[in-house]
């Protein structure tokens, strides 16, 4: 849906990790985005779409737009500045494109999540830093090959 409305978005924090491969878990789905007012309007037409609400939490300085659907819980949350990002330029230099039935997704790089939870300090961020370290170095000791290479078909 981000696609079909034209809103360019990044996701990060644990849905991007454990979509790199990293053992954990969340119940909602963080995204960066660039705060402009025609972006404004694509993410309250996205809320539409989704039969959900757009919210603002009290977050200092977050900048944080958390769209909620009560049914069934999902929660989305979208920022304009995240600790330890400069920009969301620097993050979509890095980013993967993912592809979900046809539609792609760019997803942060699991060192700028590591960065961005680091810098957060809390607890809840913290916690997980070890297991994304170790999922990090797993995937540059053991990086995927390429198809047709020959250690591939060794």
Known sequence: MLEEHGLEAVLIGNT?????????????????????????????ALARDLDAVVMRPY???????????DEDGLQIDLMATV???SSLA???SRAQRVTFNGAQLLVADLSDIIKSKRATGRPRDTAALNILEKT??????????????????E
Do not use: W
């Open 59 to 69: 977050y200092p300085a977050s900048g944080l737009f958390r769209i909620m659907r």
């Open 16 to 44: 991007a990790a454990a979509l790199q491969g990293a053992p954990v878990s969340t119940l909602d789905v963080d995204l960066m985005f660039r705060k402009t007012p025609a972006n404004l309007r694509k993410l309250k």
């Open 83 to 85: 600790h330890g990002v």
């Open 90 to 92: 620097s993050l979509l």
């Open 136 to 153: 990090l170095h797993e995937k540059t000791r053991y990086p995927k090959r390429k198809a047709g290479s020959s250690e591939e078909r």
